[in-house]
């Protein structure tokens, strides 16, 4: 297996700015379908609308890692509160553009044959957004998350992500995570190998930055991270910070290290 299978189930890679300190964040996965909507400056957008105007538009692909590697995600079935009753299905190259009520708070799903059920957000887009990409990954990986039953029960996939370019914050080992009220909760930090594993008796994350979460209550959560000198968080410019659980689910997300 190739270490790209695993090295982020959520990589957010946007041209725009990146500030580690906003709260704005956005909806993934919905595919172009023609549809129209001319705002106030009279600038055209194209895209799948999810909710009433006023839009932002967000736009990027899908990535489906199983083990040949990184491919379009082809087929994949994406749903969302925003768009009730309208599940949409992606094309060949795992494109999507989609038009949001600004500032609504949502979340997405995307579920594709042969791929672990993948929930996304929470996001409240208040911006035009552009190659916005995350990945999904094969049922295999479901064996190595720690007291994980992925037929009935939900799973928390967290990529640490190192937002300085010096210093202890510019690393992704080191940090430490805890699920909010939730003493119960599994927290596994996964080894540097090709093939991580969850490393026993580990208390914070190895340089890969991957971090799971099982045995969790309620429909939502709230994780908290710390690492010495450093700011961690998941409010990010992509996330809300709140945590959307689901049965049979792996949710993703993002914790960013800054300077504290």
Known sequence: ???????????????????????????????????????????????????????????????????????????????????????????????????????????????????????????????????????????????????WDSSSAPAVLLSVSARETSGPCSTKDGASFSVKDQPGAVVSYMSDESIPTAIPGATASSKRGLVTFTKMTGASIEIVGTKPGCKVSTVTRLQSGKVILKPTFMTTLVAYVTNG
């Open 1 to 147: 297996m190739r270490p790209l299978l695993l090295v982020t189930l959520l990589c957010l890679s946007c041209s725009s700015s990146d500030d580690s300190n906003s709260a704005s964040t956005t909806d993934t996965g919905v595919a172009v379908d023609g549809s129209t909507d001319t705002p106030a400056d009279g600038q055209e957008l194209i895209g799948h609308k999810c909710g009433d105007p006023p839009y932002v538009k967000w736009s990027g692909r899908v990535m489906f890692n199983d083990v040949g590697g990184a491919k379009p995600a082809a087929g994949a079935v994406l749903e969302s509160p925003a768009c009730p009753g309208a599940p949409l299905t992606l094309p060949a190259d795992g494109t999507f553009a989609v038009l949001l009520t600004k500032g609504a708070r949502t979340h997405a799903t995307a579920v594709k044959a042969g791929a672990i059920n993948t929930l996304m957000g929470e996001w409240a887009p208040d911006k035009d957004e552009t190659n916005i990409e995350f990945s999904i990954l094969p049922p295999i990986f479901a064996g190595l998350v720690p007291e």
